[in-house]
């Protein structure tokens, strides 16, 4: 048996680190050993719950031996340089998103990683949902048949938070320390699409703010034309907690598939998979077996009755 990997975290600005930490303290495989963050109140909790001492320096972690991969939270603006740095540590690292401030950094980023022979690779969860996975599965298998059109629809209501706003996670919406609220939100539902239909061959956007002034921007819109032809769209808005959108279907991520298929045997497989109670509304939030069923299951048996 392997021994344990052991594991720092590079910043814990993003809470995702936070939830992720929460989760492998209890992995057999992986040893929490240190994280360092310029806010010790936001750090040491963490580091209490998770058994990770508390660094005030970077160094502190890096230097460490004993750790061989790690987390980075921290501001977008940070990303660069922090990996930067773990690479040229010879520590393997998960970054969050959005990847970097600039495609330069991106690209001084990877050379980085390559040149210094570690893993460097984002922190893309959501290809982890189990609803993703059946999607994708579904997809790829062709039970879906031709598909013409893609619809996926992000919605989370941070931009109608004051304590967000005005919060420590402010740094979310200034525009020195994160690209935007599509950069930051959009990019997992764009990471399934590239994920389940591949590099698409083209791609527009509109991004603007249109409901609020709290963040560089608050709704998007992008089209993608994919690579075996079909069209794609990813909408991202920041809707208020509790709405309903328009299509009656709560907030979060939704999917929709449109195309031909000539047997009832997919949307019968898909609604009975979603229908299981392990289909997912957002994040950890399980749908139990009889309650609403993610739009494209739908949408897939009006198409297959038709």
Known sequence: MKPPIGIGVLSLAHGHVSLY??????????RLLAACDD???RARPVCERTGMRYESRVEGVLDDPAVQAVMIGSETSRHAALCIAAAE???????????????????????????HGVT?????????DPANIKMRDLVQSGALGTIGVVRRRHCIPVLFNAEFINGPTNWHVRAETNIGMFADDAAHPIDWLCWTFGKPASVMAEIDNVLTHAAPDDNGIALFRLAGGAMATDANTPSRPGSRACDNYPNLSRVAFHGYHSSHKACREVARYLSSGIARTGPFELLPAGRELPVFAFKIAE???N
Request: charged letters at 25%.
């Open 89 to 115: 540590a010879g520590k393997h690292i998960l970054l969050q998103k959005p990847m970097a401030m600039t495609l330069e950094e991106c690209d001084r980023m990877n050379a980085s990683a390559a040149a």
């Open 120 to 128: 460097l690779a984002m922190a893309w969860q959501m290809r982890h």
């Open 39 to 41: 806010n010790p109140e």
């Open 21 to 30: 930490a929460d989760v492998m303290k209890d992995f057999p495989d992986v």
């Open 303 to 305: 198409d297959a009755q």
